[in-house]
């Protein structure tokens, strides 16, 4: 399965850096290296600021996140029952500012964060095309879709280098993993067979009534793909924020 996923953000101008550092420094809950506990700090300033950068910033040239707009993605899979390519354009992706934080470690010498985390409800909806087969029926269709998944348990990782620009300090990430199992799913695909109904219908409920097995056989190359994701948002918020003011 591949899947691509193209992200646009705003440039920053660099006479005004330090100042954006600034701003962003005090939106955020910077957590004191000196905390006795701080990891419970870290996993409060993590969830503080998915609610923070819901609708991102644009003196800060940060999209929103939530909801997140997706310009292209495309997934396809040939293993399995389901062998299904997916292409979605301007699609968005809704409910990840609400996440719950349970724990989060963060190693500052090796530049190391593992992060875990509950979300109730995640949304992909937008305009798509697919083709393939669902077991031995063939598929095909282009027009909205909508897929919800439930009660999620995810697992972010990501790790990075130190690099000096301008004489701070920033991380250059290297490895960022996202791993999200869902315990249930909802699907739709509209359009199913150039709007043949019947067909239409008892694909979609085919695919409701097996929705998890679906939804985990496609979760690893899904996890791929939110990595490549949210790496992206990630830099973009690393290239803004000195680890000399995230680790004061």
């Known amino acids: 399965m591949e899947f691509a996923v193209i992200l646009v953000f705003s440039v920053l101008l660099f006479s005004t850096e330090g100042a954006v550092e600034k701003s962003l420094v005090k939106k955020l809950n910077i957590c004191s290296s000196s905390y006795q506990n701080y990891n419970e700090c870290f996993r409060g300033a993590i969830e503080s600021a998915f609610r923070v950068l819901k609708d991102g910033d644009r003196s800060l040239g940060i999209v929103p996140i939530d909801p997140m707009f997706v310009p292209e993605m495309g997934i396809s899979t040939v293993d399995g029952p389901v062998g299904l390519n997916l292409k979605f354009i301007n699609c968005t992706h809704n409910g990840i500012s609400t996440v719950k934080v349970l ?34 029926l063939p598929i095909s269709g282009k027009g909205i879709c909508n897929i919800t998944l439930y009660d999620s348990k995810i697992d972010w990782m990501f790790h990075g280098n130190p690099v000096k620009r301008g004489g701070k300090t920033y991380l250059e990430i290297d490895e960022y993993k996202v791993r999200m199992i869902p315990n249930g799913a909802s699907i739709y695909l509209g359009n199913l067979f150039n709007g043949e109904k019947v067909l239409g219908e008892t694909t979609n409920r085919f695919l409701n009534e097996n929705s998890r097995d679906v939804i985990l056989e496609l979760a690893p190359d899904l996890n791929e793909a939110l990595s490549r994701l949210h790496q992206g948002l990630a830099q973009r918020i690393m290239n803004l924020l000195p680890l000399e003011d995230l680790f004061p």
Do not use: H
């Open 103 to 136: 724990s989060a470690e963060v190693s500052p010498d090796k530049q190391r964060y593992n992060i875990n985390m509950t979300l109730d409800t995640f949304n992909m909806n937008g305009p798509y095309e697919a083709s393939g087969r669902i077991l031995v």
